[in-house]
């Protein structure tokens, strides 16, 4: 079996990241679409069919390959990907960048079990090998009622990989038996052997007047999970309803006056 690109990075930035990717020569890297930031003399640039990841597991064939950039389609992806590869002498760099504020996210797949399971916008880039495909949940409810999480993007292979999420992300490692609740739109990722199913929030006071949706995520353990605070369909959502709708005063005595005070009555 041939083993994905082993790639060393380093990420820079706070609330608007990227990540610098070492290539050793003839090493390559994987990133979607309009992720590239800059990149070395000496490292070739080229738009590849699928995630490159067919030399791996022996799909060489035109109908392979077909169904592995296809299966990309279902997750709002494109066709095809961007590959990096270090054609001249000596380690040189590529860097990508996240699309929106928030934090990139390494993993090692080796170290975590060898398959993850994330969000279908989170992947970032990858080393060549890792092949990026999808995850359907096969519980009925789960597809009807999903929303974000019923299709999901999947991630396998021994090599590195990244994922970007919005706000502040952080790690929850899960016992087995362990049970957590949690917004689908706040989950980035989890290891494979986390389950995942949806759960409706009960109660007339909750599902007329809760605001949070009719239904939650359930994860189950053991397993990592990877968390966000800001989903960029949360962040979407405020924008266009502020954007679209005249702004509430939210308690102001000044009302149209404190529009012409900062601003909004000069548009």
């Keep these: 079996m041939i083993r994905n690109h082993e790639i060393d990075y380093r990420i820079f930035g706070e609330e608007m990241q990227y990540v610098e990717v070492e290539l050793d020569p003839n090493e390559t890297a994987v990133a979607e679409p309009g992720a590239f930031m800059m990149m070395d003399d000496g490292i070739q640039m080229e738009t590849i069919f699928g995630d490159g990841s067919q030399q791996r597991s022996g799909e060489n064939s035109l109908l392979g390959k077909l169904f592995s950039a296809g299966k990309r389609l279902l997750v ?5 990907m961007t590959a990096f590869t270090n054609a001249s002498y000596g380690k040189k760099h590529v860097s990508f960048a ?3 504020p928030g934090k990139i996210v390494p993993l090692n797949l080796q170290e975590l079990g060898g398959r993850i399971i994330c969000q279908k916008d989170a992947f970032l880039c990858a080393a060549k090998g890792v092949a990026i495909g999808i995850e359907f949940q096969r519980k009925l409810g789960t597809g009807l009622f999903g929303g974000e999480g019923f299709i999901m993007e999947k991630l396998e292979g021994d090599g590195m990989a990244f994922m970007h999420a919005g706000g502040h992300v952080f790690e929850k490692n899960l016992q087995a038996g362990e049970l957590l609740k949690i917004d689908t739109g706040c989950i980035v990722a989890f290891t494979g052997t986390v389950s995942y199913d949806i759960q409706f929030v009960g109660g007339i006071k909750n599902t007329l007047f809760g605001g949070e949706g009719l239904f939650f995520a359930t994860l189950r353990g053991p397993g990592k999970v990877w968390i966000q605070t800001l989903p960029i ?5 405020r924008i266009l309803a502020y954007g679209s709708f005249q702004r509430k005063e939210e308690g102001s005595l000044l009302g149209g006056i404190g529009n012409l005070l900062d601003g909004d009555g000069f548009r």
């Design 76 to 80: 709002g992806e494109n066709l095809f």
């Design 98 to 100: 996240s699309p929106y």
């Design 233 to 237: 369909s949360r962040l979407a959502g």
